[in-house]
């Protein structure tokens, strides 16, 4: 599908710099070019080869006015990058300019683009598919070089490929289950016993992406980890140490943080947004009290939590607290202070200290529920251990919180940190090396896939009849269809682009 009007649009962050871009897109979109720019030697942009670039100078028509002097380069369709005439201005990179040749631009002929809709474009013209538009994004964002390696990945196609290998094994087994709608009588060509081995294969590829999805979502989005505890347990310390710069203010006196405190931190290529937030405790005035609720508003919010305790201290009421409200699947104990000698002694908290956690039938750990017995925490090999009992079940669940013991001060125990931040980050699991799903949206897509693939699975050990059994598979079709743009509505496109900025 190709437009009929031509976009332009500012491809360069607004701010100075050297260079400065200006992109037109469409049918006229050199011709538009040609009529503002001015050659030195009088050569046109519109009879020129494609991929060539010209030195002259931006002139506004009207009156001859020398606007920027520029370099232009030109691209004739379909090899270009939305498969239609471009024309890039590279002008000096000042806001200046590049308004000014911009508005020259719009008022010969062009109009503003949307946001994202160059990429959009690509994406309509056949260049690529939805899910490397979206990689596209994704490169630009990405944060570490593990994240940018998996953006560029999806951007070659390796992930659509994949993808494109599941729907075709769904097209052929749709096929065959139809064929016994169509043709009752003649011989299928595959027993019920094929049939699920095709179905089964298929589910097991869906499950290995989705289960890689926590890998990939982090390496997108990053993990927000915040670091929480009492004044002056060694926190911005703690920041700082990770960051191998002062980045926080510290000092011996209590509450010197007052605010958040983000920063971006590169663990084993993973994408950590570490957060320093003020020391909980009794506020004394206004402003230490926003600092405390927002401290425990990002205790709630993040990804894992790093509960700092003071190594030299005996265990405070504040300490306890905040440790009944920790989730131990995504928090790790940081005893810091190692250096100096120890009097914290978590094993005389047992009868303090109550969990308020528990792990389900599915291994996730979530509050404790009515007529949940609870014990008193164990602590075996450095992990305190909550046991509890579920009426009418004759095992007990077990929800873990690890503990690490460092010294922000001597930069000591911060690779065991590092290490347990991983390990915590993907539930335990290594990081995927093969083809991952690192966009939310895919993962519910193939979550939809993968539940249609289950309910036919059902119905076919219910020996339901093929008419039931095909809904569930052209379901499953539509579904993992989303993802690389086959069966996506145009809302859906429009929110996914509106993300991108005006000039990609």
């Given at each position: 599908?190709?437009?009929?009007?031509?976009?332009?649009?500012?491809?360069?962050?607004?701010?100075?710099?050297?260079?400065?871009?200006?992109?037109?897109?469409?049918?006229?979109?050199?011709?538009?070019?040609?009529?503002?720019?001015?050659?030195?030697?009088?050569?046109?942009?519109?009879?020129?080869?494609?991929?060539?670039?010209?030195?002259?100078?931006?002139?506004?028509?009207?009156?001859?006015?020398?606007?920027?002097?520029?370099?232009?380069?030109?691209?004739?369709?379909?090899?270009?990058?939305?498969?239609?005439?471009?024309?890039?201005?590279?002008?000096?990179?000042?806001?200046?300019?590049?308004?000014?040749?911009?508005?020259?631009?719009?008022?010969?002929?062009?109009?503003?683009?949307?946001?994202?809709?160059?990429?959009?474009?690509?994406?309509?013209?056949?260049?690529?598919?939805?899910?490397?538009a979206e990689a596209v994004l994704d490169v630009i964002n990405a944060m570490t070089e593990q994240s940018g390696k998996a953006a560029v990945e999806q951007l070659s196609g390796g992930f659509s490929k994949k993808i494109e290998a599941?729907?075709?094994?769904?097209?052929?087994?749709?096929?065959?289950?139809?064929?016994?709608?169509?043709?009752?009588?003649?011989?299928?060509?595959?027993?019920?016993?094929?049939?699920?081995?095709?179905?089964?294969?298929?589910?097991?590829?869906?499950?290995?992406?989705?289960?890689?999805?926590?890998?990939?979502?982090?390496?997108?989005?990053?993990?927000?980890?915040?670091?929480?505890?009492?004044?002056?347990?060694?926190?911005?310390?703690?920041?700082?140490?990770?960051?191998?710069?002062?980045?926080?203010?510290?000092?011996?006196?209590?509450?010197?943080?007052?605010?958040?405190?983000?920063?971006?931190?590169?663990?084993?290529?993973?994408?950590?947004?570490?957060?320093?937030?003020?020391?909980?405790?009794?506020?004394?005035?206004?402003?230490?009290?926003?600092?405390?609720?927002?401290?425990?508003?990002?205790?709630?919010?993040?990804?894992?939590?790093?509960?700092?305790?003071?190594?030299?201290?005996?265990?405070?009421?504040?300490?306890?607290?905040?440790?009944?409200?920790?989730?131990?699947?995504?928090?790790?104990?940081?005893?810091?202070?190692?250096?100096?000698?120890?009097?914290?002694?978590?094993?005389?908290?047992?009868?303090?200290?109550?969990?308020?956690?528990?792990?389900?039938?599915?291994?996730?750990?979530?509050?404790?529920?009515?007529?949940?017995?609870?014990?008193?925490?164990?602590?075996?090999?450095?992990?305190?251990?909550?046991?509890?009992?579920?009426?009418?079940?004759?095992?007990?669940?077990?929800?873990?919180?690890?503990?690490?013991?460092?010294?922000?001060?001597?930069?000591?125990?911060?690779?065991?940190?590092?290490?347990?931040?991983?390990?915590?980050?993907?539930?335990?699991?290594?990081?995927?090396?093969?083809?991952?799903?690192?966009?939310?949206r895919h993962v519910m897509a193939l979550e939809k896939t993968y539940a249609s693939m289950n309910s036919f699975m059902e119905g076919v050990n219910k020996n339901l009849s093929p008419e039931f059994l095909s809904v569930e598979l052209r379901d499953a079709l539509d579904a993992i269809g989303e993802i690389i743009g086959i069966t996506t509505s145009e809302d859906i496109l429009n929110k996914i682009f509106s993300n991108f900025c005006i000039g990609?």
């Amino acid at each position: 599908m190709h437009t009929d009007d031509t976009i332009a649009a500012i491809a360069t962050p607004i701010g100075h710099g050297g260079i400065g871009i200006i992109r037109l897109s469409g049918r006229d979109a050199i011709k538009i070019a040609d009529r503002i720019f001015h050659s030195p030697k009088g050569k046109s942009l519109k009879k020129s080869f494609s991929r060539r670039i010209f030195y002259g100078h931006i002139i506004n028509p009207e009156n001859n006015e020398i606007i920027d002097e520029v370099l232009v380069s030109i691209m004739h369709a379909p090899h270009t990058y939305t498969k239609e005439d471009i024309a890039e201005i590279n002008c000096h990179g000042g806001p200046a300019p590049l308004r000014r040749v911009l508005e020259l631009v719009l008022k010969n002929g062009a109009r503003l683009a949307e946001p994202g809709e160059f990429t959009k474009r690509a994406f309509l013209n056949g260049r690529i598919d939805l899910a490397q538009a979206e990689a596209v994004l994704d490169v630009i964002n990405a944060m570490t070089e593990q994240s940018g390696k998996a953006a560029v990945e999806q951007l070659s196609g390796g992930f659509s490929k994949k993808i494109e290998a599941l729907r075709d094994k769904l097209v052929e087994l749709t096929a065959i289950v139809e064929a016994y709608i169509d043709f009752p009588e003649d011989d299928t060509e595959l027993s019920a016993s094929d049939i699920r081995k095709r179905a089964s294969e298929i589910e097991q590829e869906l499950k290995q992406l989705i289960d890689s999805s926590r890998h990939g979502i982090i390496l997108r989005e990053g993990l927000k980890t915040a670091i929480i505890g009492r004044p002056n347990v060694g926190k911005s310390s703690l920041l700082n140490a990770l960051l191998e710069r002062d980045r926080a203010i510290v000092t011996d006196l209590p509450g010197t943080t007052r605010d958040i405190i983000e920063e971006y931190l590169d663990i084993n290529g993973l994408p950590i947004k570490i957060i320093d937030t003020a020391g909980i405790r009794k506020y004394r005035d206004i402003a230490e009290k926003e600092g405390v609720e927002r401290s425990l508003r990002a205790m709630e919010g993040a990804d894992l939590v790093l509960l700092v305790l003071d190594g030299s201290e005996e265990l405070h009421d504040t300490d306890r607290e905040l440790m009944e409200k920790s989730n131990p699947a995504k928090t790790i104990l940081v005893i810091n202070k190692i250096d100096l000698p120890q009097k914290i002694d978590l094993k005389n908290a047992r009868q303090a200290i109550v969990s308020q956690w528990f792990k389900d039938e599915n291994e996730n750990v979530i509050p404790a529920k009515a007529g949940i017995q609870t014990s008193s925490p164990d602590l075996i090999g450095g992990t305190r251990t909550f046991e509890h009992w579920v009426p009418g079940q004759a095992r007990n669940d077990k929800a873990e919180q690890k503990i690490v013991n460092i010294s922000a001060l001597k930069v000591t125990g911060l690779d065991e940190l590092k290490g347990t931040i991983v390990e915590t980050a993907l539930h335990g699991k290594a990081a995927y090396t093969t083809t991952i799903v690192t966009n939310v949206r895919h993962v519910m897509a193939l979550e939809k896939t993968y539940a249609s693939m289950n309910s036919f699975m059902e119905g076919v050990n219910k020996n339901l009849s093929p008419e039931f059994l095909s809904v569930e598979l052209r379901d499953a079709l539509d579904a993992i269809g989303e993802i690389i743009g086959i069966t996506t509505s145009e809302d859906i496109l429009n929110k996914i682009f509106s993300n991108f900025c005006i000039g990609k």
